[in-house]
């Protein structure tokens, strides 16, 4: 049904839903990166458990749990993002205000990255993270097989 008529980032409850997922692409990276009540979605949902998908440049939203002593509550995760390699590669990387792989390792955050345009997906604990678009399929296979 929210498909169909979305609710409110700030309204949404981790504990009403199997599993949260974020899309990729730079619009969420730069929307989500600094929102706080993303921030508070994805803290709710790692730390009670409920499984957490991200793809491509959604992963930059894991930036904004970043609390004011510099900590996150997902340093020391083993994830995967969209690569330096690959904004360097569609010739974007000098165009942008930051980097998601630099802020990932910033974050205490283990990068693990895969060749440029391929699928890698890495599953670590409850968080699921995907490379790239080429990951989306393997991704979500991945988060299915969670949840079964």
Not at 25 to 34: N, V
Not at 69 to 77: E, H, I, L
Not at 95 to 105: C, G, I, N, S, Y
């Amino acid at each position: 049904m929210e498909l169909h008529r979305p609710i409110a980032l700030e309204k949404a409850d981790p504990g009403e839903y199997a599993a949260v997922f974020y899309p990729g692409g730079h619009g969420p990276m730069e929307d989500l990166a600094p929102d706080a009540d993303s921030a508070r979605l994805l803290t709710a949902a790692i730390e009670s458990g409920t499984p957490l998908a991200l793809v491509c440049h959604g992963v930059a939203a894991l930036a904004g749990t970043m609390d004011g002593d510099g900590t996150s509550p997902f340093a020391g995760y083993r994830v995967t993002g969209f690569t330096r390699a690959e904004e360097e590669q569609a010739g974007l990387a000098d165009r942008m205000a930051w980097v998601l792989e630099d802020r990932l390792v910033a974050l205490g955050l283990r990068l693990s990255a895969g060749e440029p345009w391929a699928s890698h997906v890495v599953v670590d604990r409850t968080l699921h993270t995907g490379q790239n678009p080429a990951s989306s399929a393997s991704l979500a296979a991945a988060l299915l097989k969670t949840l079964s």
